[in-house]
């Protein structure tokens, strides 16, 4: 069983930053690559971004490339998404998810576990 919590998420001003965070349990995180997505209200969820177990690959969604940067700390069980340069249409609730494999991917529907989300909201 894992267990995804994220925190960080709060209420800013246009070209402000934050950074979450998602704190994992279970020993299979230093081997499982890990996503961020989001959903704004009446959307779909998308992907945001992802890094594999290593941290040495990462892939962004073309809206945040060059603004938003994924990391992870395997001795703490955690990865992050450092957000820069926020927009309004950044505002949604950002999810966490693990992937079972080593690499990640922009489809949500290879990710088994799933955190409980966290608001941003970005205002003009």
């Known amino acids: 069983q894992v267990q995804l919590v994220e925190s960080g998420g709060g209420l800013v001003q246009a070209g402000d930053s934050l950074r979450l965070s998602c704190a994992a349990s279970?020993?299979?995180?230093?081997?499982?690559?890990m996503g961020w997505f989001r959903q704004a209200p009446g959307k779909e969820r998308e992907f945001v971004a992802t890094i594999s177990w290593s941290g040495g690959s990462t892939y962004y969604t073309d809206s945040v490339k060059g603004r938003f940067t994924i990391s992870r700390d395997n001795a703490k069980n955690t990865v992050y998404l450092q957000m820069n340069s926020l927009k309004p249409e950044d505002t949604a609730v950002y999810y966490c998810a693990r992937r079972a494999y080593g690499f990640g991917s922009r489809l949500s529907y290879e990710y088994d576990y799933w955190g409980q989300g966290t608001q941003v909201t970005v205002s003009s």
């Open positions: 279970g020993r299979t995180f230093r081997s499982s690559a």
